[in-house]
T-cell receptor
């Protein structure tokens, strides 16, 4: 079983819609969770971190964490074409463990 | 500006050659990491270091070597023993605490000719 699993997509949403990205992790002791955005040919950029159950909002981004279900998600409201990228979920337990990423395309 | 720098941006290597990729950070972070990313795939951990003069193997350390003589620097050598070294190499750093975020450098794209 992989440490972190994501649906690879691709996920396509129209401009202005809500994009929902999901991630599950295997180890219950994991405490720190992160979402990165990676544009094609570029390095990952940290967009959200979340440590406690519940929601954390930052602008158009909301991260949701459910430790009982071992599930973390990222919602992008009012999606823009510039949000088109691969989104990586990461979990820290000593070292960092990354999912393979979900490719998102926002259609103008 | 604080950040992580990697050089070179692009690197071409002939088979049988060793090459060294540079990574420097001025964020005062204790921990540094090297990842490899292949097209359409996730990040795979090569080596990481939590403190100076100490480092640990990641999932795919074979054919690679590192050193950590200074807090700011964590160079990666890709040796001729690495069978398929063509990839995008990413250096990252974080504070060593439990919840601390990890930040990435711009990456080095290595191509073996």
């Amino acid at each position: 079983q992989k440490e972190v699993e994501q649906n690879s997509g691709p996920l396509s949403v129209p401009e202005g819609a809500i994009a929902s990205l999901n991630c599950t992790y295997s180890d219950r002791v994991s405490q720190s969770f992160f979402w990165y955005r990676q544009y094609s040919g570029k390095s990952p950029e940290l967009i959200m971190s979340i440590y406690s159950n519940g929601d954390k909002e930052d602008g158009r981004f909301t991260a949701q964490l459910n430790k009982a279900s071992q599930y973390v998600s990222l919602l992008i409201r009012d999606s823009q074409p510039s949000d088109s990228a691969t989104y990586l979920c990461a979990v820290k337990r000593g070292q960092f463990y990354f999912g393979t990423g979900t490719s998102l395309t926002v259609i103008p | 500006d604080g950040g992580i720098t990697q050089s070179p941006k692009y690197l071409f290597r002939k088979e049988g050659q060793n090459v060294t990729l540079s990574c420097e950070q001025n964020l005062n972070h204790d921990a540094m990491y090297w990842y490899r990313q292949d097209p359409g795939q996730g990040l795979r951990l090569i080596y990481y270091s939590q403190i100076v003069n100490d480092f640990q193997k990641g999932d795919i350390a074979e054919g690679y070597s590192v050193s950590r003589e200074k807090k700011e620097s964590f160079p990666l050598t890709v040796t001729s023993a690495q069978k398929n070294p063509t990839a995008f190499y990413l250096c990252a750093s974080s504070r060593a605490g439990g919840g601390d975020e990890q930040f990435f450098g711009p990456g080095t794209r290595l191509t073996v000719l």
